[in-house]
């Protein structure tokens, strides 16, 4: 298998580029809540941020695939891209008034599904 590309520089960048990641499942589930709620309070439409609040690493997340499947993941590193961002995380607090909050394990939950699939 081909190794995955990750873009950073170095290990040490890729260690420290964030972002935030949120199950599918979850996603699915907080476009049911909002909709329930605006039904109940006759509001025509609206943006909520949808995302964990908590940041992965792209070595985090090839560290759980590791874990998750008992295998080195072969990786190559690439330089940044144009525009990539060292840090995306999600402002949660719209959501949170709406009640919804993550019902997985964020990276447990992800790349498990990813190996099912």
């Given at each position: 298998?081909?190794?995955?590309?990750?873009?950073?520089?170095?290990?040490?960048?890729?260690?420290?580029?964030?972002?935030?990641?949120?199950?599918?499942?979850?996603?699915?589930?907080?476009?049911?809540?909002?909709?329930?709620?605006?039904?109940?309070?006759?509001?025509?439409?609206t943006t909520i941020n949808l995302g964990s609040g908590i940041v992965?690493?792209?070595?985090?997340?090839?560290?759980?695939?590791?874990?998750?499947?008992?295998?080195?993941?072969k990786y190559k590193i690439n330089n940044?891209?144009?525009?990539?961002?060292?840090?995306?995380?999600?402002?949660?607090?719209?959501?949170?008034?709406?009640?919804?909050?993550?019902?997985?394990?964020?990276?447990?939950?992800?790349?498990?599904?990813?190996?099912?699939?």
């Amino acid at each position: 298998m081909a190794p995955i590309n990750a873009y950073g520089q170095t290990k040490l960048i890729l260690e420290n580029i964030n972002q935030d990641n949120i199950p599918v499942y979850d996603l699915a589930y907080a476009h049911v809540k909002p909709i329930q709620k605006m039904i109940k309070n006759s509001i025509l439409s609206t943006t909520i941020n949808l995302g964990s609040g908590i940041v992965s690493s792209i070595m985090d997340i090839i560290k759980k695939t590791e874990e998750g499947t008992g295998k080195c993941v072969k990786y190559k590193i690439n330089n940044r891209r144009i525009g990539d961002p060292l840090k995306l995380v999600s402002s949660i607090l719209k959501a949170r008034k709406i009640t919804w909050s993550l019902q997985y394990s964020i990276l447990d939950h992800i790349i498990s599904f990813a190996l099912k699939w």
